[in-house]
Antibody, heavy 125, light 110 residues
Framework: QVQLVQSGAEVKKPGSSVKVSCKAS????????ISWVRQAPGQGLEWMGG????????NYAQKFQDRVTITADESTSTAYMELSRLSSEDTAVYYC??????????????????WGQGTLVTVSS | QSALTQPASVSGSPGQSITISCTGT?????????VSWYQHHPGKAPKLLIY???RRPSGVSNRFSGSKSGNTASLTISGLQAEDEADYYC??????????FGGGTKLTVL
């Protein structure tokens, strides 16, 4: 059974970048997608973007379009999310999640499961 | 890509049923039959409860059920138990390989 294991907590300065990894343990990505979702303190879940590793195509939420880059390395079954120009508002727990993609229905994203354990990113001067 | 609208909180007593609504638009919830629901206990990873509006993954209790009418989806939890106390999020496919979450609902079991 696939589990997603994320990299450890990070503390970053405003204006810098952070790169969080998400490795599939006990299996591979297969034809699934990987999505990134964050939760700021006291806030709800927020979809940031995702990628389908076998195709390498990434899509992003408009809010993060110019600051986030999501990549994946199929050979190591690891996905990455890099967020640039960090500010205090980016302090959050970042989750990766496996996405079931329905290729028979225009590549629609159906569900997120399982999720990684979360990575706390703290942005502070 | 505006967040879906959920009530901030709901509550119920053990054994009762509660329903959480999730309102989107005709571009997301109302267009696709792709609403999913997640249970999130603080400090843990979210858990998939419902997908495709009303389907339940194997291993998820049948006390959890989903439905949808127009632009509003709903999650019903019957026979409330103490361990159901958590945050609940809806999510909808929004086209072009994008998704949108609701703001979340905190469930308190009295």
């Amino acid at each position: 059974q696939v589990q997603l294991v994320q990299s450890g907590a990070e503390v970053k300065k405003p204006g810098s970048s952070v790169k969080v990894s998400c490795k599939a343990s006990g299996g591979t990505f297969g034809s699934y997608g990987i999505s990134w979702v964050r939760q700021a303190p006291g806030q709800g879940l927020e979809w940031m973007g995702g990628i389908i590793p076998i195709f390498g195509t990434a899509n992003y939420a408009q809010k993060f379009q110019d600051r986030v880059t999501i990549t994946a390395d199929e050979s190591t079954s690891t996905a990455y999310m890099e967020l640039s120009r960090l500010s205090s508002e980016d302090t959050a727990v970042y989750y990766c999640a496996r996405v079931f993609v329905d290729y028979s229905r225009n590549w629609r994203w159906v569900w997120f499961d399982p999720w990684g354990q979360g990575t706390l990113v703290t942005v502070s001067s | 890509q505006s967040a879906l609208t959920q009530p901030a909180s709901v509550s119920g007593s053990p054994g009762q049923s509660i329903t959480i609504s999730c309102t989107g638009t005709s571009d997301d919830v109302g267009f696709y039959n792709l609403v999913s629901w997640y249970q999130h206990h603080p400090g843990k990873a979210p858990k998939l409860l419902i997908y495709e509006d009303s389907r339940r993954p194997s291993g998820v209790s049948n006390r959890f059920s989903g439905s949808k009418s127009g632009n509003t989806a709903s999650l019903t939890i019957s026979g409330l138990q103490a361990e159901d106390e958590a945050d609940y999020y809806c999510c909808s496919y929004a086209g072009r390989s994008t998704s949108v979450f609701g703001g979340g609902t905190k469930l308190t079991v009295l």
